[in-house]
């Protein structure tokens, strides 16, 4: 439940808020639904929303001139590591056009999430559905009532309430 419905959940609700608050980027996206692979792996990179993960150091590892004990807890931010500067040009703005795959927010390495190709197919299915099936959906309050996911693992929208005519 947590890693298959929570996470691809999220991301579609939370991804609906980032795009309804990007309007000029949801209209291009509703009319050219090519587009949406790229807009998916940006907004997988752009809402990170699961953030921290750990690892634990098997051998004294030395990284940025610090050395990682055998057997410390190292505490991992995907969301720092896909806003980073160095990677990525303005990492704070949602961009559609970017190419953001090898973003990490299905983590690396052995663990790599098992599930990433089906939520990449749900993604790209549920914004394609829902902006075909709702052209004038809007918020149906305003962007600061939205009540965030700050008190949880994966992060998201508690509710996002939308209306149309
Ligand atoms: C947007 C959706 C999703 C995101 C952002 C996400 C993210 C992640 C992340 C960050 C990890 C940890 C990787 C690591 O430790 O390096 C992970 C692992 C995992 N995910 Fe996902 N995930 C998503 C969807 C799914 C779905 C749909 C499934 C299954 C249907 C799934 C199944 C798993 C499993 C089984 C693991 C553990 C893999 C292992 O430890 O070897 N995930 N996911």
Request: proline content about 3%; hydrophobic content about 40%; charged content about 20%.
């Amino acid at each position: 439940m947590l890693a298959g419905h929570e996470t691809t959940a999220n991301m579609l609700a939370l991804g609906t808020f980032a795009l309804l608050e990007n309007p000029e980027q949801l209209a291009e996206l509703r009319a050219h639904s090519e587009l949406l692979p790229d807009a998916t792996e940006e907004l997988l990179r752009y809402l990170s929303i699961g953030d921290i993960f750990y690892r634990y150091a098997t051998e004294d590892i030395e990284l940025g001139g610090e050395t990682i004990g055998k057997g410390s807890t190292v505490v991992v931010s995907l969301l720092a590591a896909n806003h980073d500067p160095k990677r990525f040009d303005n990492p704070d703005t949602l961009d559609i056009h970017r190419k953001a795959r090898g973003h990490l927010s299905f983590g690396h390495g052995v663990h790599q999430c098992l599930g990433q190709q089906l939520a990449r197919i749900e993604m790209r299915a549920g914004f394609e559905g829902l902006l075909r099936r709702f052209p004038t959906m809007r918020l149906a309050v305003s962007a600061s009532e939205v009540k965030l996911k700050t008190d949880m693992n994966i992060y998201g929208v508690h509710a996002l309430l939308v209306t149309w005519v």
